[in-house]
Nanobody, 126 residues
Framework: QVQLVESGGGLVQAGGSLRLSCAAS????????MGWFRQAPGKEREFVAA????????YYADSVKGRFTISRDNAKNTVYLQMNSLKPEDTAVYYC???????????????????WGQGTQVTVSS
C-alpha cells in the first residue's frame, strides 16, 4: 500500500502560481511512477502530468504544457506540480496518483494508476 497526501492548493488570481506537493508513505516511493490528475465540477477526471520513477521522463497534457512542471524528490518521498500562468479553467480538485506499471503504458489513463490521494482544491479567479 502507498498512502498519498496532497497539499498546496488554494485560491489564486488568474496569472498567478501555486505549487502542489504530494507526500507518499508506505512502500518504496522510487518504485512508482507518479501522476497528477484533476477534476473540475461536473467534469470527468483528467490527466495533467506524469513523471517516471527516476524523474527522467516527463509527460504533460496539452492544456498545461509550458505552464506546469512536474518534479519529484525521491529522498523526500514527494512529487510536486508547479503551476504557473494559472487560468480560471485550471480550477479543479487536483489528485496525485502512483503507478506500478510502465510509465509509457497508457500514461494518461486513470485505470493504470494504483493508488490515489484525497485531492486538494485549486481555485483560480478571473
Amino acid at each position: 500500500q502507498v498512502q498519498l497526501v496532497e497539499s498546496g492548493g488554494g485560491l489564486v488570481q488568474a496569472g498567478g502560481s501555486l505549487r502542489l506537493s504530494c507526500a507518499a508513505s508506505g512502500r518504496t516511493f522510487s518504485n512508482y511512477n507518479m501522476g497528477w490528475f484533476r477534476q473540475a465540477p461536473g467534469k470527468e477526471r483528467e490527466f495533467v502530468a506524469a513523471i517516471s520513477r527516476s524523474g527522467g521522463n516527463l509527460y504533460y497534457a496539452d492544456s498545461v504544457k509550458g505552464r506546469f512542471t512536474i518534479s519529484r524528490d525521491n529522498a523526500k518521498n514527494t512529487v510536486y506540480l508547479q503551476m504557473n500562468s494559472l487560468k480560471p479553467e485550471d480550477t479543479a480538485v487536483y489528485y496525485c496518483a502512483a503507478k506500478r506499471g510502465l510509465i509509457t503504458t497508457r500514461t494518461s489513463a486513470i485505470s493504470t494508476y494504483d493508488y490515489w490521494g484525497q485531492g486538494t482544491q485549486v481555485t483560480v479567479s478571473s
